[in-house]
């Protein structure tokens, strides 16, 4: 086998994308746990908010017309509980009254601010109506759409929900995706390698699914296969319990990188060699399901991604974040990024897309030196990535730089 | 009870840190579990990763010695099985080997690449020793340290971890926060208000419990309080169970607000009164509790939220998102930023820090014009803050801004 050809970046992850559909399923969850969900159903408020008039300072609530011509020097005087009556923010205006005189602007009747017995009051101010009042429906109205279908909800918009009534709402479900290692010197990360001579603890499977539940996905972990075309095969085709499938490992094109031909030999592969730096390998595919997947399509996703954990890692955030947010309907939210000064000449080649590790500190991005794709400590090491654009040979020393903080 | 004075949120948020201690309570999970959680011990390897030489690319172990001179044009004969080993990336290279000479530089005995039978193997190319070799400890040597006391593990850390044969690690325990909502005006979330006459259901509770969440802490959900001082206090002091408080409402200076009195008389407050809008109601403390908190500390961090649900967001981003990193050791992640151009001119306060809500569309932020600090909906509304500076008075159309991401 060998690259299909090598694929850019952008151009990669647009073929892929064109290929997903995001799932269908859907499930009534309890607002709290609606929370970073996607929502699969237009939300109407069915009340107005406030339902009631509200004060929006402390004061007196007073009919308007009341207070013409009041000023410090020319105070108008009402009766407490008759003419004007004393509000908090927050509280309810009386039906009889249509402003509020903010406290500042008057003299109350006696004892100060938290006089609330009869007697009279200085108005030191005029109002027009409505002043200070928050009016029925001023937040939302009754009949409002408050959020359309496909909104992602977030912490604010649950309290939304939870201020017009909803209690529970449907949305999308998470999306399944199967999590493969493959390799044949792999062992289970729980067990003793030492008892076995030469073998390697298998550690991508574990990083991938945390990443995957990070966007919004379930990982679904299967079990290591060996470097077998035909294990690999059944590996993916029983896997038609989840909405996408990522292996990790055997997808170059040694004797022994099965995966892209088993893509090839199940669906269709996409895309085989990317120019991404490091994580060059990947492999995407689509495998036909004839309708037998979980979300009854007709196909379902595949990445093929490095064993290398530095090229795993990077081709994940590349492609398996976009296609798992795709997925799950989730938006694809910016990068956090720190600027910074770039400490030290970093180098890349002409035409991959290149992720260089970083520590910042103190405003300095330095760059972390072991550069191998397979040395995870690279990775561990830093706090960013400095990505080099394909039409760059390398950055120089005090360049400004854009780092993308690793979560 | 007036302001003490209004004090800067840089300034504000510099004092609260400056009294708040990080927790010290440890537990020790398995490694999965220590995901997005603070390390509470130095992780030192106790092996060698790799722990055995491994082939850093597919083709032929070889003693480098054997190699010498060769060329394509002048190729060195090897017998395989005998003087040279058939390797794929990441299997062993045996002992008496030193060097990989890569697929591309041979030609292989018979039956082109999968051949693995006895034959005489063509080598192309001279290698030096080590040449396409990981060495052993190349990613992690035994007794290197790999993560220090107080670093956030990561995805890749966890797999890190995993590498070394670390099962289980020491992590810091979350910050329990209490969240107690204030206010004679509230009635639970799940219940129907239209049945309790000008009532408002509480959702500030749910929306500082999430973001807790999500900042490392764990929200305990208190009940309601009405506007009672009495009640407040008792309040604050049952809650020794936690690490830090948020009480949402009560906070400004009209005759209910009586939050601010309590802190005072439980502790001391710092700050009453922000230059922060909306949230300028803010304030900051400590209770002395004695040592009799779940985590033994003299004194626990206090934050008195405004009611309104837009300056509670607000006061919670400055102020909470900060407290609680601190507690629970996080790092202050940079904000997800969109770069954009003002769709339209819009005001702030000279003094206040002024969180402007916008919608970022194809590169412009359209401001949400609904400004009030009641109004969720302009929250809910948008996808995005624009943060004004205190020195300024306002942004103008096709300003360039930094929009704030809201997760």
Chains 1, 2 share one sequence.
């Not at 990083?207 to 095969?233: A, C, H, S």
């Not at 896997?239 to 893509?263: E, H, K, N, Q, W």
């Amino acid at each position: 086998m060998v690259f299909k050809k090598r694929t850019r970046v952008d151009l990669a992850r647009k073929i892929l994308l064109e290929h997903i559909s995001p799932i269908e399923r859907r499930e009534r969850v309890p607002i709290k746990d609606a929370w970073d969900k996607v929502l699969a159903e237009r939300i109407v408020s069915a009340i107005d908010v406030p339902d009631h008039r509200r004060a929006a300072m402390d004061g007196y609530a007073v009919r308007a017309e009341a207070t013409t011509g009041a000023s410090p020097t020319n105070p108008v005087l009402l009766r407490e509980g008759v003419d004007c009556i004393r509000v908090h923010t927050g509280s309810p205006v009386p039906d009889e009254m249509n402003a509020v005189v903010m406290i500042e602007d008057t003299i109350p009747a006696e004892g100060g601010e938290i006089a609330e017995s009869s007697g009279i009051v200085e108005i030191r101010s005029a109002v027009h109506p409505n002043k200070h009042v928050s009016t029925v429906g001023e937040d939302v109205c009754h009949g409002d759409t408050v959020f359309e279908c496909g909104h992602h909800l977030r912490g604010c918009d649950i309290a939304m929900l939870g201020m017009i009534g909803i209690s529970h709402v449907q949305v999308y479900a998470r999306p399944r995706v199967a999590i493969i290692p493959t390799g044949s010197e792999l062992v289970p990360m729980q067990s003793e390698p030492e008892s076995e001579t030469n073998k390697i603890r298998e550690t991508n499977g574990i990083m991938v699914g945390l990443y995957v539940e990070k966007w919004g996905g379930i990982p679904v972990y299967k079990d290591i296969v060996i470097d077998d075309p035909d294990l690999i095969e059944k590996a993916i085709r029983t896997s038609a319990d989840c909405d996408a499938i990522i292996l990790c490992g055997g997808t170059s094109v040694g004797a022994r990188d099965y995966v892209p031909g088993a893509i090839e030999s199940l669906g269709s592969l996409l895309v085989h060699g990317v120019g991404l730096s490091p994580g060059k390998p990947a492999a995407l595919g689509m495998i036909d399901m004839a309708g037998k997947t979980v979300n009854e399509t007709e196909a379902m996703p595949v990445l093929s991604l490095p064993g290398y954990p530095v090229a795993c890692l990077v081709a994940l955030f590349e492609f398996g974040c976009p296609a798992i947010s795709k997925l799950a309907r989730m938006p694809l939210m910016p990068d956090r990024l720190m600027r910074a000064r770039l400490g030290a000449k970093i180098a890349s080649k002409i035409g991959y897309l290149t992720y260089t590790r970083v520590q910042v500190d103190g405003g300095v991005a330095h760059p972390v030196m072991t550069s191998g794709a397979g040395i995870l400590s690279s990775v561990t090491g830093s706090n960013g990535f400095v990505v080099i654009r394909e039409a760059l040979e390398g950055l120089d020393e005090d360049d400004e730089v854009d780092v993308i903080w690793i979560e």
